[in-house]
């Protein structure tokens, strides 16, 4: 349909309206080739490119075949009016308008015409009829600049789409949560009515303002994830879902533990452990207490071999900034705890913890015991 479209345009607007393209396209099409290193897209361009010349070879031979034509049909139709066709005893009909004079013809009325068959060779030069004037051509440089100029616009917007696409494609999306739904749970998530699943807890908190709750505004989320275990060394007796999102500067991870251990109880128990600066607040309505301790750094080396994957000591990590919250005002047993680390060591104000917390505890789901 296209192609039809085309020949059905005038030479001098079809013939512009492909160079244009044609070296747009071709251009375009090299300059991503070799900035993407994609060969296939560069050797496409010069084929555009090649036609585009061809293209141009034609519309200059169209030009200067009209520029020689122009004085070689005024010098035949010239020749045509003076000596006529060359044929023996060719005639025009001449119409002469009678004019009055000193010596009027008495035979004939006033303002009468007389017609008469004269040879064409006799005929005076001012008594030759008026030849029609050939139509004026459009002027062919108007058209091709006026084609240049009404499909420059389209150059310009295949130049600029493709850069428009690409730094939208380009552009980083936050990072989601993974969907839990063929997740297999634990057989203490279905005994225990209160217990939220790791998926659950993800969608809590990977929140769109939770860089600004960090203090970090701009920054996106790099990764997203979520586990529905248990607790260590309670042979699956006790839910301990997780979730974690990463940003650039720092990690945050939340967990929910379903167990029996009161808020006021984890506190004298942070007093035999190695946490540091711990301090009790209060943060919904609930007990609290802010710790701090160091992360594990666990490197696992892939490369192949005889003896295959190794795995280097456990080295501490980063310290780490952690808020614990009771799971209810009455602090009947249970604990939220969101943790914030960064890999070069600096931690954000407890205020933003608590201001996270603030945030995320309430739109995690609360299901009433049973």
């Excluded at 407890?350 to 299901?367: F, G």
Aim: with cysteine; proline share 7%.
């Amino acid at each position: 349909m296209l192609g039809f479209l085309l020949r059905l345009l005038p030479f001098w607007v079809r013939e512009p309206l492909l160079i244009v393209l044609g070296s747009v396209l071709g251009v375009r099409l090299m300059y991503l080739g070799v900035h993407d290193r994609d060969w296939a897209a560069a050797g496409l361009g010069v084929v555009f490119v090649v036609f585009t010349a061809i293209r141009v070879v034609g519309v200059i031979r169209a030009l200067r075949a009209r520029r020689n034509r122009g004085p070689a049909a005024a010098h035949v139709d010239a020749a045509g009016v003076a000596g006529g066709d060359g044929a023996a005893g060719t005639q025009v009909q001449v119409q002469v308008q009678a004019a009055a004079g000193p010596h009027p013809d008495p035979a004939a009325p006033e303002n009468a015409t007389a017609e008469r068959a004269v040879p064409q060779g006799d005929v005076p030069e001012k008594a030759a009829p008026e030849r029609a004037m050939p139509e004026k051509e459009p002027n062919a440089w108007l058209q091709a600049v006026a084609a240049v100029a009404v499909f420059a616009a389209i150059g310009a917007a295949l130049w600029l789409v493709p850069d428009k696409l690409t730094s939208a494609d380009s552009t980083p999306k936050a990072a989601s949560c993974p969907s839990g739904e063929h997740e297999k749970l634990p057989k203490v998530y279905r005994q225990n009515s209160r217990a939220v699943t790791g998926d659950e807890l993800c969608k809590a908190l990977n929140r769109p303002d939770l860089a600004q709750l960090l203090g970090t505004p701009g920054e996106i989320a790099d990764t997203a994830s979520s586990t529905s275990g248990t607790a260590p060394l309670t042979a699956e007796k006790v839910a301990l879902p997780e979730a974690k999102v990463t940003f650039a500067t720092y990690s945050v991870n939340l967990s929910a533990t379903y167990n029996e251990m009161t808020t006021a109880q984890y506190v004298k128990l942070m007093k035999f452990g190695d946490e540091q600066d711990v301090r009790t607040l209060t943060v919904l309505g609930r007990p609290a207490v802010l710790s701090s301790d160091h992360t594990m750094k666990i490197e696992i080396s892939l490369g192949g071999g005889a003896t295959g994957g190794t795995g280097g000591p456990v080295e501490q990590g980063p310290l780490a900034r952690t808020l614990t919250v009771a799971l209810d005002r009455k602090d009947r047993g249970g604990y939220y705890d969101i943790t914030v680390w960064s890999e070069s060591g600096t931690l954000p104000d407890d205020s933003r913890l608590s201001a996270i917390a603030e945030k995320i505890i309430p739109t995690i789901p609360e299901r009433p015991a049973r």
